[in-house]
Each structure stands twice: as C-alpha cells, then as structure tokens.
C-alpha cells in the first residue's frame, strides 16, 4: 500500500467518523433525542479516535497516529460497551430512539470496533511509511475536521448541566430557542 | 465541563494544523485524561430511560 492510498483510505475514515458525528447532531435536532452524559463522551471519544486518523493526514501516516486512533476508539469502546451491558438484560430499558433497530450506544460500540479493525489492518501494510512528498488532502483536512468539534461544542452547551434535575427541563428549552433560531434563519 | 475534553481536541487539531506535533499529541492525552475523569464522574447518572 502506497502512501497515497494510506492517505486516501485515512480520508475516508475520517469523513465516516465525521459522519457519524454530524448524523447523530441532526438525530438530536430533528428528533429531539437528548444525548445523555455517557453519549456525550462516547461522541468526545470518535473525536479522539478521529484525531489519530488526522494526524495521519497532517503529518502523514505513522504507528503512533493510528495507535492514538486505537487508544481514542478504546476508550469510546468502554464507554459504550458499559452502556450497552446497563440495557443487555431484556425489559430493563433503552435510552433514545432506535435507528435501523439498534440504540446510538449499540452503534457507537459497533464503529469504535471497526475503528480498531481498521487502525489494526493499516498497520499491516509497512510501504506506506515510506516519506513521500506534501500531501494536497493537507488542505482539506482542516475544513473536514472543523465539522466534528464544532458541532460537538455546540450539542455538549446545548445539554451542559449543572444539576441533575435542572438538565431535562432547561435542555429542551435550549433545544427549542436553537430550533427557531435555525428555522428563522434557513 | 462536558465540552472541555472538544475543546482539546480543537486546541489538538489547531496544533496540529500549525505543525507541532508534539503539542497536538499533548492535547490529545489531555483531552482523552478529561475523558476517563468524567466518565467516573458520570458512570451512575440517573438516565431518563423509555422502559
């Protein structure tokens, strides 16, 4: 595997974390499904995992980007594993809406996997290594990136809280003040 | 709180957007530390579950 192709499946990567990211923002906005605390983090870890894959595309590929990448989707990984194990038993509950019959955290856990997979596959292919000139995905990199922690920032003051039973009544006011503020607007 | 471990991370990427590596990687141990801390924090929130 050239350092291109190392380069261009990175990308990819990237823009699915990145996906994942945007479609759950819109899943809060449209739907009105609140992240709670434990989402919140688990959305914090694909960014860590993502940064790893963006280091890549910055600096271009090394083991240690795809061992952050690793790290970062591990941590997201016991984050929504232990989500995940609070619901396993039948009848004691979910959190959210279903999508495609699976909760977020049950997604979430099944992508922070297949991050993993994927950094633990790229690693295998040494060539790609090998220094090659300025990289042009360099350029769009930033813009790329940019989406994650903007709209992350943007969702946890939405749903920050500074009490327990002040979280649910203050957040959907936020929500909806926000939602009229983007129908006025668009 | 819940929105410091983003900001390091976007203090990470701006580093690493300027070339300094180290400083990137720096933010991003910060910023997954933040994670693990409030993850403790927030391990037993009491959640509105749909049951």
């Known amino acids: ?19 994942v990211l945007v479609l759950a923002f819109a899943d809060q906005l ?20 993502g ?3 963006a280091l890549n595309l910055i600096f271009g590929p090394r083991p240690s980007h795809y061992g952050l990448a690793i790290l970062g989707a591990v941590v997201g990984g016991i984050m929504s594993a ?18 495609f019959g699976l909760h977020l955290y049950s997604w979430a856990l099944i992508m922070f996997v297949a991050i993993v997979v994927g950094c633990g596959v790229m690693l295998l292919f040494d060539r790609q290594y090998e220094p090659s000139g300025p ?15 903007a709209c992350s920032c943007l969702r946890s003051a ?29 | 709180m819940m929105s410091l471990p983003f900001l390091l991370f976007a203090c990470g990427l701006a580093a690493g957007w300027t070339s300094r590596r180290e400083a990137a990687m720096g933010f991003w141990v910060a910023g997954v530390l933040v994670l693990l801390v409030l993850f403790r924090f ?9 049951l």
């Open chain 1, 1 to 19: 595997m050239t350092a291109d192709l190392s380069r261009l499946l990175n990308a990819l990567g990237l823009v699915a974390v990145d996906t």
């Open chain 1, 30 to 49: 449209w739907f009105r499904d609140l992240p709670c605390p434990i989402c919140i983090l688990q959305r914090a870890g694909f960014i860590a995992a």
């Open chain 1, 51 to 53: 940064f790893g894959i």
């Open chain 1, 82 to 99: 232990d989500q995940v194990l609070h619901y396993i038993v039948p009848g004691s509950g979910s959190y959210g809406n279903a999508i």
């Open chain 1, 135 to 149: 990289t042009p995905l360099r350029q769009v990199t930033l813009p790329i990136l940019a989406v994650a922690p």
């Open chain 1, 158 to 186: 939405m749903c920050c809280r500074r009490s327990p039973s002040a979280a649910w009544d203050f957040a959907p006011r936020r929500l909806a003040a926000i939602s009229s503020f983007t129908r006025i607007w668009g």
């Open chain 2, 42 to 50: 927030h391990a037993t929130d009491v959640l509105n579950l749909g």
